[in-house]
């Protein structure tokens, strides 16, 4: 069984709207504004000034209300989350989220994954660029830090167009329940380790093993008058003791 085995399905699902009004003013939109405030000073001394500030915001808004216009509903995204290998404890490794978008507008898509404490202890917003009828996908890292089963939901979504002056966001129900396993790389490593040392042992029981050389094969009790001359050792004098 292989830890490819055992990583979690992937799982897929179609935007919703976040709230009941899920749009706003993109920072782009209020710098834009702010710089119309600004009018605001000269005006004390020339009233036609404040003319001028209300075209520019008309103008601004006008712009901001075309860009949220051209903006896809939630349901053109879809996200989906996959895993490259089983969650095991201890071990970091990335999780892939990508974003479908079936609208014909390039999108600028902010996703955030609400991923357990088990897996993550903060979740990252990460950004991409979703060209019309195309997908792209980001990844980001979990680390297990407890065995057992670990639950995803929510893919929060936030996306803004060509123009960069409205924004929308969605939600995304990605259920899932991700199963934290022991380290089997770990168990491997240790386990190799344990066959090595054994065999080491096994070696130096070999290498102190008796009886099997040949050095005494002719060993016999010294007797006396026995000449040493013909013997394989070193000569020692006649009556020798050992």
């Known amino acids: 069984m292989t830890t490819g085995l055992l990583a979690p399905a992937r799982v897929a699902a179609r935007g919703m709207a976040a709230r009941r009004a899920p749009w706003t003013f993109a920072p782009r939109t209020l710098r834009l504004l702010a710089l119309g405030v600004l009018l605001v000073l000269p005006a004390w001394f020339d009233r036609r000034l404040l003319v ?7 103008l601004v808004l006008a712009a901001w209300l075309f860009d949220l216009r ?11 989350r996959s895993w490259r290998s089983a969650a095991a404890l201890g071990v970091s490794q990335p999780v892939d ?9 390039p999108l600028a898509v902010w996703v955030t994954d609400f991923a357990s404490p088990v897996l993550r202890g903060t979740p990252v917003e990460l950004a991409m660029q979703v060209r019309a009828r195309n997908s792209a996908s ?16 929510t893919v929060a979504v936030r996306y803004r167009g060509m123009l960069g002056l409205a924004e929308r966001w969605a939600t995304v129900s990605l259920v899932q329940t991700v199963r934290v396993y022991p380290d089997i790389g770990e168990t491997k490593r240790e386990t190799l380790g344990l066959i090595r040392a054994r065999q080491a042992a096994v ?12 050095d005494f094969e002719s060993l016999r009790e010294f007797r006396r008058g026995t000449s040493f001359a013909t013997s ?11």
């Open 52 to 58: 001028t500030m209300a075209a520019w915001d008309v």
């Open 70 to 80: 051209r903006l896809p509903p939630a349901v053109s995204l879809t996200v989906s």
């Open 97 to 105: 989220l990508e974003v479908a978008n079936d609208s014909a507008t």
């Open 138 to 153: 980001v990844a980001y890292d979990v680390l297990p830090r407890a065995r057992g089963d670990a639950e995803m939901d």
């Open 203 to 214: 070696e130096k029981r070999r290498a102190r093993a008796f009886g099997l050389g040949r």
């Open 232 to 242: 394989a050792g070193p000569r020692r004098p006649a009556g020798a003791g050992w």
